[in-house]
């Protein structure tokens, strides 16, 4: 049993209101929405009020030039390879976690996403390759699905340790 689930290891995400992380964030269940503007996309989600600003314009910077940046989500740094958005993020403080079981990483966790259309445009799909070479073997991989949702809105009054919204009733959401 992982340490979040036997309370063993506190949650800082839940109990202050601080990213999640990626790949965590991954996983959310509540609404997100993706943004593009001339040298940046941005994703912006409703849990916690998170913000990825991706520049698409820069290289990836050396390990060494991230070391005095860490933050939760890491630093996230993006092009385009035809319809595909890949997403290289490094530079992650050890605050966060990799899944909501509390499965953790070091300062050295590397995440590649590949991020594109599928059926039609309707459907989001996000294939992220985990690297972490102090706490992982081999690079593993995860994939994510979104269906689009445009009924559905970012709630900006969502404030972390409050009641949530009941994301059952969204139609196409698990129950």
């Excluded at 996403?113 to 991989?141: H, S, Y």
């Excluded at 269906?147 to 969502?158: G, K, N, W």
């Amino acid at each position: 049993m992982t340490g979040l689930n036997d309370g063993s290891v506190e949650d800082a995400a839940r109990k202050f209101c601080v990213p999640d992380g990626v790949p965590r964030i991954l996983a959310t269940p509540y609404p997100f929405q993706v943004f593009q503007s001339p040298g940046f996309a941005t994703i912006v989600y409703e849990q916690n009020h998170v913000f990825r600003t991706i520049p698409l314009d820069r290289p990836v910077p050396k390990d060494e030039d991230l070391v005095a940046y860490p933050y939760y989500s890491g630093n996230s740094f993006g092009h385009w390879e035809d319809g595909t958005l890949v997403v290289v993020t490094k530079g992650f403080n050890e605050k966060t976690f990799i899944d909501a079981g509390g499965l953790p990483h070091s300062d050295r966790l590397l995440v590649t996403e590949r991020i594109r259309k599928i059926n039609g445009g309707k459907v989001l799909e996000d294939v992220a390759t985990v690297e972490d070479p102090v706490m992982f073997t081999k690079p593993w991989t995860t994939r994510f699905v979104y269906d689009s949702h445009p009924e559905v809105r970012i709630d900006t009054a969502y404030i972390c340790g409050e009641k949530h919204r009941d994301i059952s009733r969204v139609r196409g959401a698990l129950r």
